[in-house]
């Protein structure tokens, strides 16, 4: 009898699970779980005193991605008087040292800024070269050779980078912290070295000008 009962019952139990669409309204055991209220994006609030619905951040507070260093995060000193004059040792040794820093500094360069500045940071990238050829030479950007970027403190460059200046758009999201210092870095090494990678096309345009 006990074994007719289990059998009866598996078989009401594989009956109901045919998929059928139910007419009658879900059991929802905490049905306040689904439906909660909620804001939209710089929706007014009535429960915060202040009205507003995004929180700024507890003082103090530091996200899991933020540097802690506010001084590496924008390219300031602590007073936020100054641009730093150099780029952070700490963060130099927690890459690998400097050359391997700068070699990081060239590859993302080479993704990044090439494009515009050039490999040579001499402004005759190709985006560059295809403004000049629409009439709109404006938008070229300055050579990193020229004397005023020369003497620009490496903080105001990485700063420059972060959020961008006049046409070129801020890099803040698109490039890691380290990386946008490594790329100030490598600026660096550029005019240092008074890097002129010769090209078909800088060498034509010699030419042109020459003529």
Not at 72 to 98: C, H, K, Y
Not at 99 to 114: D, L, P, S
Request: with cysteine.
């Amino acid at each position: 009898m006990t074994r007719l009962i289990v059998i009866l019952a598996a078989f009401t139990a594989a009956a109901g699970c045919r998929g059928q669409v139910s007419e009658e309204p879900p059991v929802v055991p905490i049905r306040n779980m689904y439906h909660q209220p909620r804001y939209d994006p710089l929706e007014e609030s009535q429960f915060f005193e202040d009205g507003r619905t995004m929180r700024p951040p507890v003082d103090g507070a530091v996200a899991r991605e933020m540097e802690v260093n506010a001084s590496f995060a924008t390219g300031r000193t602590e007073d936020n008087s100054a641009w730093l004059l150099e780029v952070p040792a700490p963060i130099v040794q927690r890459n690998g040292g400097m050359e391997a820093f700068v070699q990081r500094g060239q590859e993302r360069y080479e993704i990044y800024c090439a494009p515009c500045h050039g490999l040579a940071g001499d402004a005759q990238g190709l985006v560059a070269d295809r403004a000049d050829e629409l009439g709109f030479s404006a938008l070229r950007p300055p050579t990193f050779h020229d004397d005023r970027i020369r003497h620009m403190p490496d903080g105001q460059l990485y700063a420059t980078i972060t959020n961008g200046i006049r046409n070129m758009p801020a890099y803040r999201h698109n490039v890691p912290q380290d990386d946008r210092w490594a790329i100030a870095a490598y600026v660096r090494a550029l005019q240092i070295t008074g890097a002129s990678r010769p090209t078909a096309r800088n060498e034509a345009r010699a030419e042109e000008t020459n003529q």
